[in-house]
């Protein structure tokens, strides 16, 4: 098997299945499965439910994905957004305790409502008289080119693009990320304590003798004799009232 | 050649008359007609049915072979050696009472089970279990189907498994099955970035995601393997990774039955609970099958000509003998390793096989670029290795209160000595 009839079947056999039965039946049905999962993540009362619709819909981007020929784009979508993200919004939905029923009926901005449902008729009425009017519709499946072009796997000219044309692109947007990263754990961090271990003084009972987290709060007068004997009960107080901040 | 060229071109060797960056099953090459779809559905149905009765002997095969090793008998009363108890067992799960709790949130509960089944079976599909073969004029691959992006299904189904887990013991309404995922979550989404970055050094030599390229690839003998051509490093970490992933023991903590009652699945029920039971064991092979692909050539091995036909089925008999010995491998290990810590699961994650995955990535790429100048990217790595090693003892060595949310450090930590009686009268 000569190398251009690698090409035919490669190429042609795309050209054939492109906009056929099958073709429009996949979209027609990754379509339904994107919208649907899109008005899920809207009008779900429950996060949660949110949560699985936005996969629902994360799956039916990929599909169509594959169906442009971009097998690696409809992978990394499944593995990064529907493997990670969601995972990580399922995470924090669950740790943070607000996996409960809302009352979407319940209004905190009245003119939000109405402001979205008039900037959605604005785009999409923009996007209509775009398509309708404009050349920007062309049918292409990619700007830049075949996503199987010359025989290459997708991988290999996404990779050549990325690495050589977009290099400058693809190396900033990876400094954001690590600087992104790097911001929220100083954001997330806490300054950090001097020690609040348990000290043991002279009698073996554990008191409390730093400035406690909560701004001194069981930061008593330094610790004497007298002291002494109302440590348990002073850290027992001093124990509620962290309790009381921690609320 | 560039680097890229070397990347994904340089393997162009014919996979079934098609190249390899490609990898368009053969079976496709005179376009779509009634035969071929017939032929996909065949594919389907006997993978399917193989599959699931493949579970079955896996339950009594790691259930007899436990109690081996454990001096016990095992299962023994139905059939031969007690080889219908699986069965026996299903049928009483079935007929069990299918009970909903009455906290759970009942559509996520009844969805989580299939979250679970659906990504084990679908990781089967990409697994060549045998040969390319020639049948009544119509060539075709032993495996269900050969995408183009072929390795990253397994890894985008084993990403999307969690979802069964997480969703289980969230939907139950209740304590242990959330902490169970919980732990789950975290565990798989901490081993996914070591069994990716080993993938990709699979597919770095290999040039090509394709399966059934990456058999094709290490084909002609046993040195060729992954397993051997990478360093023995890579397969080991993907061992540990997809272990915890499968959260198999020593990392099944999700159902760590001594502190969790049952972990995720504690809440289920009849058929429910089955098809967390199946989608387990049926993880177990297809892991294992899939890392006979990754790293021991999948099909690949001598044939013996003089037997007629060998050449259709024999690859598959190699496939299975490499499976079996993972399976074997699997069992052996429950039996024989106690159940790690928590922290010590997540710093086995973290800290060790994520920096060593990512350095042997990084050594890979530099002998294929560079040949004998990867000494000195191992060198610098060697020198890295040595920095983030004292971090690690640095970290460790300081005050883990510092790192807790205070009130909650100064909470645990803060002795509070019980009331004594004349306190009590105060």
């Known amino acids: ?66 169906e442009q020929q971009a097998d690696f784009l409809a992978a990394v979508q499944i593995i990064v957004y529907a493997g990670a993200i969601v ?68 991988v290999y000219l996404l990779g050549k693009s990325v690495f050589t044309t977009y290099l400058y692109a693809f190396e900033a947007t990876a400094a954001l990320l690590v600087i992104a990263v790097v911001g929220a754990v100083v954001l997330a961090r806490r300054p950090s304590l001097p020690s609040v271990e348990p000290e043991t003084d002279a009698r073996g009972a554990a008191v409390s003798g730093q400035p406690g987290p909560d701004g001194g709060l069981h930061d008593a007068a330094p610790r004497g004799s007298a002291a002494q004997d ?18 | 050649m560039s680097v890229l060229g070397s990347f994904a071109g340089s393997s162009s060797t014919l996979v079934g008359g098609l190249p390899s960056s490609l990898a368009v099953d053969p079976l496709f090459s005179r376009g779509v007609h009634w035969q071929e779809v017939v032929i996909v ?17 896996m339950i009594w095969f790691e259930r007899k072979l436990i109690s081996d090793m454990q001096s016990r008998i095992g299962p023994n009363r139905a059939g031969p050696w007690g080889l219908l108890q699986t069965l026996a067992d299903g049928i009483k799960l079935f007929f069990k009472e299918d009970l909903v709790p009455n906290r759970s949130d009942r559509f996520v509960f009844k969805l989580a089970p299939y979250l679970t089944l659906v990504p084990a079976l679908l990781i089967f599909s990409v697994v060549p279990v045998g040969g390319v073969v020639t049948v009544a004029g ?7 189907a050969d995408p183009p992006m072929g390795i990253l299904v397994v890894l985008a189904m084993s990403s999307i498994s969690v979802y069964g887990v997480m969703l289980a013991g969230w939907a139950s309404g209740s304590k242990y099955p959330l902490i169970g995922s919980v732990r789950a979550s975290a565990q798989m989404i901490s081993y996914e970035a070591a069994l990716g970055l080993t ?39 993907f061992v540990v990774a997809i272990t915890a992933e499968m959260n198999r023991p020593p990392f099944d903590l999700v159902e760590a039955e001594s502190e969790l009652v049952g972990g995720f699945n504690t809440e289920y029920s009849s058929i429910r609970f089955a098809l967390f039971y199946l989608a387990e064991f049926m993880g177990v092979i297809t892991m294992s099958g899939v890392m006979v692909t990754l790293f021991f050539g999948g099909p690949d091995g001598p044939i013996p000509r003089f037997i007629p036909t060998s050449d259709l089925w024999f690859p598959s008999v190699w496939f299975l003998a490499k499976v079996f010995v993972f399976l074997f491998f699997y069992v052996w290990v429950r039996a024989a390793l106690p159940r790690l810590r928590y922290d010590q699961l997540m710093d086995v994650g973290w800290k060790a096989l994520i920096p060593l995955s990512l350095a042997w990535l990084l050594d890979v790429g530099a002998v294929i670029v560079w040949g004998w100048w990867a000494l000195v990217v191992i060198a610098v790595e060697i020198a890295l290795g040595g920095v983030l090693w004292r971090a690690f003892v640095v970290g460790s060595r300081r005050s883990e209160v510092a790192a807790i949310y205070p009130p909650i450090a100064s909470r645990m930590l803060t002795v509070v000595p019980e009331p004594t009686a004349e306190e009590e009268q105060e």
Do not use: C, Y
């Open chain 2, 199 to 237: 993938v990709i050094a699979v597919v770095i030599v290999s040039g090509s995601l394709s399966t059934r390229a990456i058999v094709a690839h290490q084909a002609p003998a046993f040195w060729d393997w992954n397993v051997l051509r990478l360093g023995v490093v890579p397969f080991l970490i």
């Open chain 1, 1 to 66: 098997m000569n190398p251009s009839q690698v090409n035919v079947i490669g190429m042609d056999l795309v050209a054939a299945v492109h906009k056929t039965g099958p073709d429009i039946a996949t979209f027609v049905v990754s379509a339904i499965i994107i919208i649907a999962g899109a008005i899920g993540v809207v009008f779900s009362r429950n996060p949660v439910h949110a949560a699985l619709s936005l996969v629902m819909t994360l799956f039916g981007v990929a599909v169509l994905f594959i």
């Open chain 1, 87 to 154: 995972v990580l919004f399922l995470f924090v939905i669950m740790f943070l305790g607000v996996d409960r029923r809302e009352n979407i009926a319940a209004e905190p901005l009245h003119w939000q409502r109405p402001l979205a449902l008039v900037l959605m008729a604005a785009a999409l009425a923009g996007v209509i008289a775009l398509g309708v009017g404009s050349h920007w519709a062309t049918g292409q499946q990619a700007v830049a080119g075949s996503t199987t072009a010359g025989g290459h796997s997708n």
């Open chain 2, 138 to 144: 119509h060539t075709f691959e032993l495996q269900v």
């Open chain 2, 41 to 57: 559905i065949i594919r389907v149905l006997v993978a399917f049915g193989v599959l699931l009765g493949s579970v079955v002997m």
């Open chain 1, 230 to 247: 109302a440590s348990p009960a002073d850290v027992r107080a001093g124990q509620s009232l962290v309790k009381e901040a921690g609320r």
